[in-house]
């Protein structure tokens, strides 16, 4: 080739076919990746989420799902008390130094109104009671020392639907973050008993059910024949809240002749199926004519399409054979969110004969506390609301010092409000202080979720801190949970807490609560449906707690 004749750059290339080949896919790669950058600053996700979190949902259901790692929002238009609780959390685990392990609050963290049949303020409490626990855990001598105890919050979605991904967050996350326990799961749904199905099956870690009632809960929804082998629950079945419920419907000063069981018949809802069968069955007594009266929730339904309104086309229907069966009372196995349709259909249906009809209902009832078409029944006199609660701040009196299970109560009660305990002046931290106190609402004890989301994170605490070597396997924590019965009862707010062979608390009480027309609750008794009242730890040779 002739000096000075220089070969062109394409030919160069040409003679270098992997150099080229390089070439093109780092430009291409470049064009890919501007692209992708330019795309995210003109198009911005709809919802970005933090460490341990991915989308999922589309419209009002979009949400992040998993494991909470950052304390980061939910939803993108989460409320502000959220936030609050939030920021608490993570200021409270950014303060745990040295070995720590960790407890996993898992809920419906973000729930669509009127799809959902939970609000944010029914979490809040949940949330509060996990955050005491561990307040308690880390600033005083409830529970032992060590190690530190971390709080995650992981969301399953509206309506439970991402469960899975919430299982599969909690599995990828467990070892790096020391993942001990897993607290919560809401309510008792198909959804919730897969998920904790797979924590147990897939992960091997205890799983503690605070509010799940449903019957068949802590049984594998693949083979019903055998339990979840590392769930617990601080919860009574719906077998005891309809025990309860009839021991009540018994005191009434007006017998209970004839009742009536709305029934819900949605499928995939444990908490209404076991409830409603255990009523048709429980309330039968000589003298009695028991009438079902079946529903239908809606199982799918999209946001802001109306939840109430299609229950009320149906109560309403169910209006005439109501009047007709002229019940003495009533007994709701529906949601509690659902209580309101039935109560203004009632109210508002022409009138038959009946002067008052006395609604008793299952825990989920709570929901209906704040329901302004509950409260104006109520007001209205046409009706009467009681509920089987699974705790109440009033279910131990107010006597000083009252029993052991008082005593119990106290404590939390100081640590959830930052106030003195009542009958000892003790301040709520003591030993180990050193964080600010917690200043919880005391009005936020009265649906009663706040005390059993925190039995159900101390119990995870207090098999933690036994364990040992558990913290870095958690399934040896089964074992643990397993021995607290007897005289190594837990203390817990509900009650005391024991454990039964198929992870079922034994000797736990009931409350009967009523709701009143301005919102707040009145006690009226304390049920023992499995056994005798347990209100202390056994003494030397006593028989008289759970497991003796």
């Known amino acids: 080739m002739p000096a000075g004749v220089r070969i062109p750059r394409f030919v160069r290339w040409r003679r270098h076919p992997v150099l080229a080949g390089a070439a093109a896919l780092l430009l291409a790669a470049g064009l890919v990746l501007g ?14 989420c933090g460490k341990g979190m991915t989308a999922a949902g589309r419209g009002p259901a979009l949400a992040c799902v998993g494991v909470n790692l950052e304390s980061t929002p939910f939803t993108k238009d989460e409320p502000a008390r959220m936030r609050e609780l939030e920021k608490t959390i993570r200021a409270a685990n950014d303060a745990v130094r040295g070995e720590s392990a960790a407890v996993v609050l898992m809920l419906n963290l973000s729930p669509v109104a009127d799809v959902d049949t939970l609000t944010h303020e029914s979490l809040y409490h949940n949330i509060e009671g996990a955050v005491t626990a561990v307040w308690r855990a880390n600033n005083t001598a409830a529970y032992g020392s060590r190690p530190g105890i971390k709080l995650y919050l ?5 309506r439970y639907g991402s469960w899975r991904q919430a299982v599969d967050s909690v599995g990828k996350h467990a070892a790096s973050e020391r993942i001990a326990a897993v607290v919560g799961l809401g309510q008792s749904t198909e959804e919730t008993r897969r998920a904790a199905a797979a924590i147990s099956k897939e992960l091997h870690i205890p799983v503690i059910g605070s509010t799940v009632t449903g019957n068949s809960m802590n049984l594998d929804p693949d083979d019903p024949a055998k339990p979840i082998p590392d769930m617990f629950r601080v919860a009574p079945t719906n077998t005891h809240a309809v025990i309860a419920a009839n021991q009540y419907a018994g005191t009434l000063s007006q017998a209970v002749t004839s009742l009536a069981v709305i029934a819900d018949g949605v499928a995939g809802d444990d908490y209404t199926a076991t409830l409603a069968a255990e009523a048709k069955a429980r309330f039968q007594a000589p003298g009695r004519t028991v009438t079902t009266l079946p529903y239908t929730s809606p199982r799918e339904l999209a946001a802001d399409s109306g939840r109430r309104n299609y229950l ?3 109560f309403n229907l169910m209006h005439a054979n109501l009047c007709q069966a002229a019940p003495s009372a009533v007994y709701f196995a529906g949601r509690g969110r659902d209580l309101g349709a039935f109560v203004q259909t009632w109210v508002q249906g022409a009138p038959c004969g009946i002067d008052k009809l006395r609604i008793i209902a299952g825990d989920d009832a709570s929901q209906a506390i704040r329901d302004e078409a509950v409260l104006d029944g109520i007001k209205s006199g046409r009706v009467e609301v009681a509920y089987t609660a699974l705790a109440s701040p009033q279910q131990w009196g107010e006597d000083c010092p009252g029993t052991d299970a008082k005593r119990n109560f106290d404590q939390f009660r100081s640590a959830f409000t930052g106030s003195p305990d009542p009958c ?7 030993g180990r202080s050193g964080a600010d106190p917690l200043r919880f609402d005391p009005a936020h004890l009265a649906s009663g979720q706040a005390m059993l989301t925190h039995d159900a994170t101390a119990a995870a605490i207090s098999a933690v801190r036994r364990a ?6 958690p399934g040896q924590l089964t074992g643990i949970l397993h021995q607290f019965y007897c005289a190594q009862m837990l ?3 509900s009650g005391w807490l024991s454990f039964g062979d198929d992870g079922n608390p034994v000797g736990k009480p009931l409350p009967i609560v009523q709701i009143n027309a301005d919102g707040t609750t009145n006690t009226v008794s304390l049920t023992w449906p499995s056994s005798a009242p347990n209100l202390s730890l056994p003494q030397r040779g006593g028989t008289g707690a759970p497991g003796c």
């Open 424 to 430: 000892t002046k003790q301040a709520p931290g003591t």
């Open 154 to 158: 992981a969301n399953m979605g509206s």
């Open 35 to 48: 692209g992708i950058r330019a795309y995210g600053v003109l198009f911005p996700p709809e919802l970005a």
């Open 468 to 473: 040992g070597e558990g913290v870095r396997n």
């Open 491 to 493: 203390p817990g707010a």
């Open 312 to 314: 009320i086309d149906q």
